[in-house]
């Protein structure tokens, strides 16, 4: 079935347009990197631009117009076939940049797949070791007998749902920005699920075992030694992809060489940016930190934690969508204070699939 709204031949032009909008907040406001944009038009442009490009859409679908007939813009406004076009718009651009979003914060560890309403999500594991060979007489016929398996983990995606109060009037009416609506939107399910995410993979790698042999998976402590050792089992179990080195800024800050005596001049990775992009031949990439707004000023993101990961291999968290977002108005007329809200409902689920081996350093 078809995951979004097929929009009109305007459809390429929304699209275009609002990906662009999203890029210029993400980049000049959020102050993330990675997205495109056309920075010849101010942002202030491009939020008019885009919203007049919505409505334009939505009254086209609806077929419905505030500059025909005797209707007010407050009876229009309330008219069910303009609020069902309008929010079919709302949840196409929402399931089109979530992934693309999402993609940037934790595409690092989690793999994104999509799938029909109904769906759940099967994942072959095979084993990524090879057979042994023994040393036998010349009268052997055989050897110790060697089989593999292969795992299975199923998907089930779960409903989650946020609810706005909105004044549809005002938002049809040009006074309340839709667009900026729907940015909150994919800005509120990005948040929650980055954090669900990455809950998922801090609690795998930290349940590897942290046992005193020298080539075990959780190390305790930096030690930049055992950092190289670690990163080079990663990279040979994962067929000799090279692994990166992830964490919060606060985390990679503790990742330096182990002379007490190194020097780091103005222009040097760990004075401008607080850690050194390349540890001994091994990149380092930033995980930006997320905000846990169900609990102010707390953050989700551990920082006392290196991972190391090899995402060119493979990815450890599975992020799977059932289909499309949905949406449920409330008029104001049911409402005692006569205040009108919409839910976006999101199904997804989360599961760690993988058979690439993966490291973790706990920074003490």
């Not at 009416?173 to 800005?187: G, N, Q």
């Not at 809950?199 to 402590?221: C, E, I, Q, R, Y």
């Not at 930049?224 to 990166?244: E, F, I, K, M």
Request: charged share 20%; with cysteine.
């Amino acid at each position: 079935m078809n995951k979004s709204i097929c929009f009109s031949s305007n459809e390429d032009v929304v699209k275009t347009a609002f990906r662009d909008y999203m890029g210029h907040y993400m980049t000049e406001v959020a102050k993330r990197q990675g997205f495109i944009y056309d920075n010849t038009v101010s942002f202030a442009e491009k939020e008019t631009k885009i919203n007049k490009l919505m409505m334009d859409e939505i009254t086209r679908m609806s077929g419905l117009s505030f500059s025909n007939g005797m209707a007010s813009p407050e009876m229009i406004a309330n008219n069910p076939n303009l609020r069902w076009a309008a929010f079919a718009v709302v949840n196409s651009l929402i399931d089109m940049i979530v992934p693309e979003v999402l993609d940037k914060s934790i595409g690092m560890y989690t793999e994104q797949r999509v799938g029909a309403y109904g769906d759940s999500f099967s994942f072959t594991v095979e084993p990524n070791d090879l057979f042994y060979v023994s040393k036998v007489g010349h009268d052997q016929r055989t050897t110790e007998f060697q089989k593999q398996f292969v795992g299975q983990m199923t998907i089930v995606p779960e409903n989650r749902a946020l609810t706005v109060s909105v004044n549809f009037y005002k938002v049809l009416c040009d006074k309340e920005s839709l667009a900026k609506f729907v940015m909150k939107a994919i800005l509120s399910l990005e948040a929650q699920i980055t954090k669900e995410v990455y809950v998922a993979f801090d609690t795998a790698m930290a349940a590897l075992p942290t046992t005193s042999a020298t080539d075990n998976l959780h190390l305790k402590g930096w030690n930049a030694d055992s950092a190289v050792r670690l990163a080079q089992t990663v990279s040979t179990y994962n067929n000799g992809v090279d692994p990166v080195f992830i964490g919060t800024k606060l985390a990679l800050n503790k990742a330096v060489p182990a002379d007490a005596n190194y020097r780091y001049d103005i222009q040097s990775d760990f004075v401008r940016v607080g850690y050194l992009r390349n540890f001994m031949g091994y990149d380092a990439l930033e995980l930006k930190q997320v905000a846990d707004w169900k609990n102010p000023h707390k953050l989700v993101l551990n920082d006392k934690r290196i991972y190391v990961v090899s995402p060119a291999y493979g990815k450890i968290v599975k992020l799977c969508y059932e289909g499309g977002s949905r949406t449920i108005n409330r008029d104001f007329e049911d409402a005692a204070d006569m205040t009108a809200s919409t839910t976006i409902f999101k199904s997804y689920g989360i599961g760690v699939a993988t058979n690439a081996l993966a490291g973790v350093i706990d920074i003490t």
